[in-house]
C-alpha cells in the first residue's frame, strides 16, 4: 500500500486556541491601554493596539515558517540560535540602564529583549544535549554538571541585568526538561537545593550593594501586608484586587474598567489579568483560564506523543514555559505570590514576549506535524 507522502497537518486545536488567545490579547490591550495612551506623549488611544498587531504578525510569521520545518533539523542550527542569545544577553549588559535593568535592545521606537528568546534558545539546548547523553543524563558529573553548567551560565547573565523573574522560569524550564529527560532526582533534589541557595545569597547580596534593597523588600513586604503601605508598596497589589472586586461574579463589562484609569499602573503589561477579572468577573478570568489550561494539555499531549526523545523535551520545555510564567503572573496578580514582574503569555503588551511564545507555540506544531504524519502513515 503506498504511504502517505509530505508532512502531517498541525494539530488543529492547538492552532485554534493560538489564533483565540492572542485575538483576546490585543483586545485586552485596547481595553487596558487606550485610557493612558490618549494622553501625552502617545496621543493615539490605538498606540499600544497597533503595536501589538504588528508584534502579533511578526509573531505568527515565525510561527507559521516553524511548523514547516521539520524539528528534527534543528538539532544543526540550536547551537548557532543559541550562541547568537547569549551574546545579546552579554550585549544588553553594557546598555544604558532603563528603568534600573539592562534587558533591552533599541531597535528604533522598538525594543527587544533577549532574555525573552533565551528561552527557547536553552529549550533547543537542553532537549538536544540530554537527547545526545541518553542514559548517561543519570551520571552526575559526566550527565547531569554540564547540563547544569549551560543553565547556569545563561540564567547568570540574566540576573546581572538584573531580570530575577524571568532568571527563575528558566530555572524551572530547565528543571522540567532534566526531570523529563530521565536525571536522577537524588542529583537534581542536590543540585537544586544547592542552586535555591546559591540564588537567595545572590540576590541577598545583589540587593544589599544597589538601590533596589528596599524596592524588592517592599515587594515582599507587599505581598504579606499591602495595607500596611497603601499609597506606596502595597499601591499596586491593592488596586489589583479592587479590580477583581469590582468585576465580582459577572464582570463590570468590556472596555469598562474603572483601575485602568490611571489608577492600576502596567494594566496593559504586568497587570492585565485584573482588567480581564474587573471587566469579565470571576465567570470569565474562569472561563479564560480554562482555555489557557486547554492550550497547556493540548501541548503536553503533542509533547507525549512525539516519536522521539527531542520532540518531547521540546514540547515539555515549551509548556513549561507558558504554563509556569502564567501561573506566576496570575499568581502575583491576585497575591497569592510575590510579584515578579513576568508578562502574561499571549495576553500582555510587550514585543519580545509575544513573538517568543508565538515562536515556541510553532515548535509545538511542527512536532504535531510530525506526530499526525507518523499515525497516517501507520493507519495507511
Known sequence: MQQPAGRGTPDFVLLSLTFMLTGFGILMVFSASSAIASIEPFNDPLYF???QILFAIAGFAGMFVLMNIPYLSLKKWF???????????VFVLFRPPVN??????????????PAEFAKIGVILYLAALITKKGDKIRDFRKGLIPVMAIVGFTTGLIMLQPDFGTALILVIIAASIIIAGGANLKHIFLLGGTAVASLSVTVLIYTMLTESAGYRMERFTAFLNPWADPLG???????????FGHGGLTGAG???SIQKLHYLPYAHTDFIFAIIGEEFGFVGTTIFILVYLTYLWR????????????????????????GFQALINIGGITNAI???GVPLPFISYGGSSLVSTLLATGLLLAISRENNRQNSRHSA
Open 100 to 113: 534600573g535593568a539592562r534587558s533591552w535592545i533599541g531597535v528604533g521606537s522598538f525594543g527587544i529583549q
Open 233 to 243: 508598596s502595597g499601591y499596586q497589589i491593592i488596586h489589583s484586587l479592587y479590580a
Open 49 to 51: 493596539t497597533k503595536r
Open 79 to 89: 547551537i548557532p540560535y543559541f550562541f547568537a542569545v547569549v551574546a545579546a544577553l
Open 338 to 340: 510575590p510579584l515578579t
Open 254 to 256: 468590556f472596555g469598562q
Open 299 to 322: 501541548g503536553l499531549l503533542i509533547a507525549l506523543r512525539a516519536a522521539d526523545t527531542f520532540g518531547t523535551l521540546i514540547g515539555i520545555g515549551v509548556v513549561s514555559m507558558i
